[in-house]
């Protein structure tokens, strides 16, 4: 397998051959020093509180992902040009078994982390980020620009139950896996449970930018205030699909209505080429709940965006 | 039945257990002095001209409401903890013969007012406005904010036909249940039968502000002429769904494409924090034309804006 | 709460008012002798391998069941007139955690066979009916009617996990709470994943009637069979919705095509009036995958057949 | 318009062209002795008491009968070439008020019946069947082949209300408009509010033939009873979709699962060719309930049935 | 056929009547100086190369246009009073044969230009625009103003095939149907196949305005150098509804996230009210991949503004 | 490639991992004598004369395959046991251009017939089957199997196109790539263009069975018509799903009421297995137009029938 590149939608029809991301290669057995970033599919929904079907995620993103071509439209450049990418397949996981499966993830990508492979992972729901970080996290904590409604931050459920889509970055924090004091919320809003909601993760030095706040302030302050925040050491970035408008991704488990537009979302994630991703998820795409497959249509192009962030391919005008 | 308080989402998972509006209490036959602000299914769209289906607007909307939470999330305030507020069930109607059914939800109404509980009803088309209106204006005309992309001030349809969801306000002005200096119409827009369309209210001192128009002006502006004009008396607060985007709200009969998205509508009503409103509706939701429920889930949520407009507990960043 | 009547349609029309299971008065703190037959929601799926959604067939079932009616077409007699029948909400479990989930059903079954209640159970996923029979067989194994395309016996899936929804009859015929020798399963088709994979039910005795052989033999003969395995002892019914075709039951996780039609599924029950049901459940109702809500229908419909079965008010023609 | 003929699908592609019933020419002003049979909307609901929509139905079922090309397949001959069929157009009915509707429908019928063209009316809900009846009835009573899952036969609704599509068999019965010794009822079904809900259609002389009663019967004998109780004289052919199992036509208001399949209906139909219809209607289709479009698509094949009927062009293997 | 208005709304319901464009009369065979302004159904999608399904655009257009009134909602005009416009029916094509299907599209146009009509174009996918101009330029190349995501001036595609939808304005510029220098593309956007992707039509001279460059620049000065490239003389306007961002307009075959709503599309429109057009285009919609109709609608509405647009009707507040 | 087993659902997840056809292992190269029957797509819908989308019909296909398992329920024997079977990816096509992908489609089988692979090909509208038997049809003509609504045998459409949907059986007699003497078409109805539609394949010897007269014959006749008049040289089948009901098949192109069950269908297909065919597609499936993927399902489950066949591991009770 020498050659990371898309299949041309010049030559085979876009809604011709085999669904894999972007059309990429796949590789399901990758070995050392050949992929510079995977494109991982997280097929697990165990966390889930609410409405499930985030498991069905990784299939229709590959499949709307078809649509997707090589170049971004304002850089005019192509991560395949600089990097090598592949469909790394699907994590194992155990749809009926919360604790074996967070084990199974986190084996998967400690393995990854040890070849040296950048993954950007689609979900499944949020709580696929905490083995994930604990899998990628070697040495010292990440900063992470979370794009939600949600700061996914809550202590338990149900009665003291600590591992729910609600509770992985707490966990996270919890672990050290993450610095507090470098991560951004975005994009937070939506009733509340209690008015102490956010507290916590203020406390802890989280930087919460509701979504009120942020037309507040406008993109440019707003951004300002996510790079200064999370600096120039390694930061992750997860991107819960549910931060944009249910109108736009419908296809999610926790709609919050009044959301970013699909365009708006593009804007933020051009602001943040400087920004050094080792990693990044894209989650919380519900297939069953979704409408003509919008929303994993939305969820290929944010990962293109991320995929461009991550290869310093994007663009901004 | 002691405490009016909505279900726990951390407690009892939001998708489980009855469907009631925002999983409060079911009271349907209050007494006096108990409940301070009841919400009120009303299952009737005989008055639809043109697509039916907003008779199944209630039970929809009191399924999607089991996503709101309980405190607002700009104010983290909270209704419940100020006021007694429930689920009165649905009002009587007659789907099959339109006087009759007028007539019934006048009586409803009277009856509520007399035990002094202040109406947020879901409709049901616009037509229900009426009945309404009929029943809580006892003494003088109220204001009114009124939401929607039609004025509904025609005459009279089919040949003279004086009653349907595009004759409401005609009638309640004519009726003077409303006042139609202190009324303000925002957000009409659309194709018109007439160029006349718009000079009946005109030139009844309604104020009217297109969409058009409160672009033009800017949200503060224009919002400063809605406070004005209602002022600080009674007033009476109805919203149609169609008011807002088709994309966003698509189960309606009536679309107009080109309008507010949520996040707009949400910024305007947290403008009106000081009117005092005595009633509510929010009508002209069709599940029928919904797509997987999106629109019900924007009703619920707006429905929820209005809850805390009327218990003060709105807020505006 | 002295008539435990449904709301009548010609009276209130079915659409509207609050959705409980058939439109009977909701009790959730029943107290003892008072309920004869408690129709009871588990909205749970944690146990589903494939497409989850099934957490969500309680409030939909409870929807689609306004739809029906007071007494049955064929014998023309009503439940309702001998005995008190009630909607008893909703058990507690939780999504994010199956043990405890099992361990939720299983008490609240215990308490509703203490008062002497007789539960018809709207899943969920078919690994409740393992904590429910947990919870309701004290003292010898009952009998079984099983009607689906699978016969639910595997031993383990994902490297040796016992709790899914392909397992609940092997673990109940372990721990004895089934007696295998008792126990018909009707409809079982599909491709397998081992040509051994019904060898183990049927090695434990019980009787497996294929869809093929249902129809080599016959509704008269087929039914012979079933009513002699079961006989005259206390028995449960299982009633897999995916044992109907899935074009007329679309919602549910684990599709078989060329299954029965509804009308073949009503005819089979109408023939098990003289076996002694003390318990039943509805499983697998995925309202995220259905069209239209027809797979609700069809099982409030299926609900209600067997709420005629157990209060012998069903009839055969 | 000299050519009342379909455009021809291997000529202009099926797809294309104005949505004409079948694709004959419109005609919406027709004089006298030009056309033989005449389709005819009647796109009102005002008499539905439970999911509304129909009133939608023509304009479906017109865009679906694009798909029915000229020769019947079992006596490959064609209505068009023995009887000057067209297009009509739609009734004028007015959405909100039931009484005006009658009339006009009336008035139309009146009118349709002195042009000596013998009407196949695509509705709308039930209710219409009445002033259609009242419209071509002008001596003697019709008999009436009534294939349905309901009687329609009820007395009054909501507290007295006598007009709803569960009433027109009653109304016409009693103004004398059909012949209760001449009419057959087949494949009644579903749950009753009472058990003597069929008792005064019975008490009239209405042959009822419930579809339990059809299959333990079987066609050939079912079929005997209804030629033989509606006999040679002019009759009339009443075809709610609902009689359909919802599988099949789901887009109906009141759907009652457990019917007939297409292929039954058809060969239902096939029976009739001696009766002398005089009239005929397909109610019920309610297109915001349909799933693409099926219920439309098979209320077209219906109607050409009837047509075929009507022209005695039909056929029976 | 004498008068050129459209069925009024509050006389027949609008979803009542026969379904042409506007609820115009139909006029298959016009006839020279009887009509200015036709609208035509092109019913083919044979130059599709990714998702199909514009061939069904024609009829659902015509349906939604069902909802659209007769006057302008800003400059209180209406086409209808100042030329006689009317539903021409679909132009004839052939679904399977892409060379004939051009040159029956470019005969029909060659006569509706002969009888002096200019036409509005339901299509149909964008390689129509070809023989379209073929028919109607027949001294001059024309300007344009392009609304689309994308250039459509691709060379070939599949190993030199010269005719797609993504080729029609390269050749119709190689055909010197359009003036390059005259030509404006508006709201490019979407991830390209090679960065020179947008060189050929640059190099030609047509200016390309993409959509990060509109909202750069924001819509008064975009606008200003639309006006001016394009100038006075005649002009084309084709419009891809794949221009406006797929959440608003789903029903297309090639969706490209982040585009514009339709009220900016809305306000972009009415700013050309002083250009020329003597021909103009709505195509892409594709029904299937439609959502509840949503696309049509929109694309009815859009199509009414160009009426309102090539009859100097349209308004800007 | 040593293993050509399907992954075992028991192990991943059957909503996990790529989307091959029955989750084999792909192989878009095979090379002599190492695989015995290959699965192939041929996204290419070109030839359709009404609704489009059969293009999409391989990649759904192959995600509902997923849900197949590997045992035949019936036989209990696999074709995995006894054959190599793998897919090898889509057939190229040029979706603008009918004469090129006729062309590709040839070439491809051509080759895949010099490998002595036997192949089974997801479609696609009916035309490429065309292509398919010129690839493989080397000496003589081949009997045929053909289950269908239409006999697809028309001369030519549109002004003499010869090449479509409608066609494609008359040109492979014609071109001696079918013994029309050996073709059995079963299933055929539906109303029908002109009474002479089936007279030229009747001429030319072919037998077909219409579905009245299957019914009238009953299954046993029917088939061993079949049998005897295809015999026991080689023999191709051609499933189109739309000889299947549309109601259980909703995304076709094509759709004639009153069809097959899929048990029927079933039925009927596990009688063949004395057959010895060399080749077969399961056509006209078209996403577009389908219904949460059912369509795609029952063609899964019909190819799996087929596999089955053609390695005699079919089963009949």
């Given at each position: 397998?020498?050659?990371?590149?898309?299949?041309?939608?010049?030559?085979?029809?876009?809604?011709?051959?085999?669904?894999?991301?972007?059309?990429?290669?796949?590789?399901?057995?990758?070995?050392?020093?050949?992929?510079?970033?995977?494109?991982?599919?997280?097929?697990?929904?165990?966390?889930?509180?609410?409405?499930?079907?985030?498991?069905?995620?990784?299939?229709?993103?590959?499949?709307?992902?078809?649509?997707?071509?090589?170049?971004h439209?304002?850089s005019?450049k192509s991560p395949?040009?600089?990097?090598?990418?592949?469909?790394?397949?699907?994590?194992?996981?155990?749809?009926?078994?919360?604790?074996?499966?967070?084990?199974?993830?986190?084996?998967?990508?400690?393995?990854?982390?040890?070849?040296?492979?950048?993954?950007?992972?689609?979900?499944?729901?949020?709580?696929?980020?905490?083995?994930?970080?604990?899998?990628?996290?070697?040495?010292?904590?990440?900063?992470?620009?979370?794009?939600?409604?949600?700061?996914?931050?809550?202590?338990?459920?149900?009665?003291?139950?600590?591992?729910?889509?609600?509770?992985?970055?707490?966990?996270?924090?919890?672990?050290?896996?993450?610095?507090?004091?470098?991560?951004?919320?975005?994009?937070?809003?939506?009733?509340?449970?209690?008015?102490?909601?956010?507290?916590?993760?203020?406390?802890?030095?989280?930087?919460?930018?509701?979504?009120?706040?942020?037309?507040?302030?406008?993109?440019?302050?707003?951004?300002?205030?996510?790079?200064?925040?999370?600096?120039?050491?390694?930061?992750?970035?997860?991107?819960?699909?549910?931060?944009?408008?249910?109108?736009?991704?419908?296809?999610?488990?926790?709609?919050?209505?009044?959301?970013?537009?699909?365009?708006?979302?593009?804007?933020?994630?051009r602001?943040?080429s400087?920004?050094?991703?080792?990693?990044?998820?894209?989650?919380?795409?519900?297939?069953?709940?979704?409408?003509?497959?919008?929303?994993?249509?939305?969820?290929?192009?944010?990962?293109f965006e991320i995929l461009c962030l991550m290869t310093k391919t994007s663009g901004?005008?």
């Amino acid at each position: 397998m020498s050659n990371y590149k898309p299949l041309q939608g010049m030559e085979v029809p876009r809604y011709a051959g085999l669904a894999t991301f972007f059309r990429l290669p796949i590789n399901e057995n990758p070995s050392s020093s050949e992929i510079d970033i995977g494109i991982i599919g997280v097929p697990w929904d165990g966390g889930t509180t609410n409405r499930p079907g985030a498991r069905h995620g990784p299939r229709e993103v590959r499949s709307a992902s078809s649509l997707v071509r090589l170049y971004h439209p304002v850089s005019l450049k192509s991560p395949y040009d600089v990097s090598k990418v592949a469909d790394l397949g699907d994590c194992s996981v155990n749809p009926a078994d919360l604790k074996d499966s967070l084990s199974r993830i986190e084996n998967f990508y400690t393995n990854i982390n040890k070849l040296g492979i950048k993954p950007i992972s689609i979900g499944g729901d949020h709580l696929i980020s905490l083995p994930i970080l604990r899998g990628i996290v070697k040495d010292k904590p990440l900063g992470m620009f979370h794009f939600d409604s949600h700061t996914d931050t809550w202590d338990s459920y149900f009665g003291g139950f600590k591992y729910t889509h609600g509770t992985p970055f707490r966990r996270a924090i919890e672990e050290n896996l993450l610095d507090p004091k470098r991560i951004v919320m975005l994009g937070i809003r939506g009733s509340l449970y209690d008015p102490k909601d956010l507290d916590w993760a203020k406390e802890k030095g989280v930087t919460i930018i509701t979504i009120d706040e942020f037309f507040k302030y406008g993109i440019n302050k707003s951004m300002e205030i996510v790079k200064k925040v999370i600096g120039n050491n390694d930061a992750y970035l997860s991107f819960d699909i549910d931060g944009i408008d249910p109108t736009f991704a419908p296809g999610t488990g926790t709609p919050e209505v009044g959301g970013f537009t699909v365009r708006e979302s593009q804007g933020i994630l051009r602001e943040l080429s400087n920004i050094n991703f080792v990693g990044a998820d894209v989650v919380e795409v519900s297939p069953p709940f979704d409408v003509n497959n919008q929303t994993s249509l939305v969820a290929a192009n944010i990962a293109f965006e991320i995929l461009c962030l991550m290869t310093k391919t994007s663009g901004k005008l």
